[in-house]
C-alpha cells in the first residue's frame, strides 16, 4: 500500500456502509470460514482465486508480502495458527508476513480494537497468544471493552492505557485501512490469505491448512522470482 493509500482514509460513513456490506456474508458465517470462491478449488485445483485489480502492499522493497486475516472469535482461525505460526518461524526471508483484524462484522469490533490497540502500544507478543487461548481454550467472556480491557490487566498490561488505546483515533484509524484493504482484496470471511496483494486462498479455496501453506509458498516463490 503506498504512503498516500495509508493515509488515506474512509469518513465514518463510508466505512460504515463497507462494513455493513461485507457483513452480510460475514454474518452469515459467525465462525468465520471463507466464503469467497468455494467451487474455484474444485475447478481449478490451483487452491487460490486471482485479485483484479492486484492491491497495493506495505511490504518493504524486495520482500513478498503475505497477509493473513483473522478475527479472534473465529474458531477456524484459532485452529489455524499452529500451521500458520510454524510457516512464519521458517519462512523464507525474502517473506514479509503481516497480519489484520478487520471488523467485518459489527459484531468483531471489539476484537479488532483489541488487536490494533496491542499494536499501537507495541504489546502484541504478551497479548496476541492469551487472547486467542483465552476465547477457545479457557472459554473466556472476552466480548466488550471491558471485558478485554480486564483481561489484559491480567496479563501485566496497563487496562486503563490499552482501554484508551482502544478509544483512539489511531485505532479507529488501523481498522478503517484495514477494511479498505480487506474490501479491495474480496475478503469476505476468515481466515483468509493473501499473498503480494495478487491471490486469495483459505480453506474451501486450498482444501485445508495444508492446502494454505502449500499455496502459500508456491506463490511466494513465485513472485520474488518474478521481481528477482
Known amino acids: ?42 475447478q481449478s485445483g490451483k487452491g487460490y482465486e486471482k ?26 482461525c484459532y485452529a489455524f495458527e499452529p500451521a500458520i505460526n510454524e510457516w512464519a518461524e521458517n519462512k523464507p526471508d525474502y517473506v514479509e508476513f503481516i497480519r489484520e483484524a478487520p471488523p467485518l462484522n459489527p459484531n468483531w469490533r471489539p476484537h479488532s480494537e483489541a488487536f490494533y490497540a496491542a499494536e499501537q502500544l507495541g504489546v502484541t507478543d504478551k497479548f496476541f497468544d492469551p487472547m486467542f487461548n483465552g476465547i477457545h481454550a479457557e472459554k473466556r467472556r472476552l ?19 490499552f482501554l484508551g488505546a482502544m478509544k483512539s483515533f489511531a485505532v479507529e484509524t488501523r481498522m ?38 502449500r499455496v502459500i509458498n508456491e506463490l511466494a516463490e513465485f513472485e520474488h522470482k518474478q521481481g528477482a
Open 1 to 42: 500500500m503506498s504512503k498516500s493509500n495509508m493515509s488515506s482514509t474512509l469518513d465514518r460513513r463510508g466505512f460504515l456502509k463497507a462494513t455493513s456490506a461485507t457483513a452480510i456474508v460475514a454474518g452469515a458465517s459467525s465462525a468465520g470460514s471463507l466464503l469467497v470462491g468455494g467451487s474455484a478449488y474444485a
Open 176 to 213: 478503517r485501512q484495514a477494511m479498505q484493504r480487506a474490501v479491495g482484496s474480496g475478503i469476505n470471511g476468515v481466515p483468509s490469505v493473501v499473498i503480494a496483494g495478487k491471490y486469495r486462498t483459505g480453506n474451501r479455496l486450498a482444501g485445508g491448512h495444508d492446502g494454505i501453506i
Open 51 to 76: 485479485i483484479d485489480p492486484p492491491q497495493q502492499t506495505v511490504a518493504p522493497e524486495g520482500k513478498v508480502e503475505v497477509l493473513e486475516y483473522f478475527w479472534f472469535g473465529c474458531p477456524h
Open 143 to 161: 466480548h466488550n471493552r471491558k471485558e478485554i480491557s480486564k483481561f489484559v490487566g491480567e496479563l501485566g498490561i496497563d487496562s486503563r492505557e
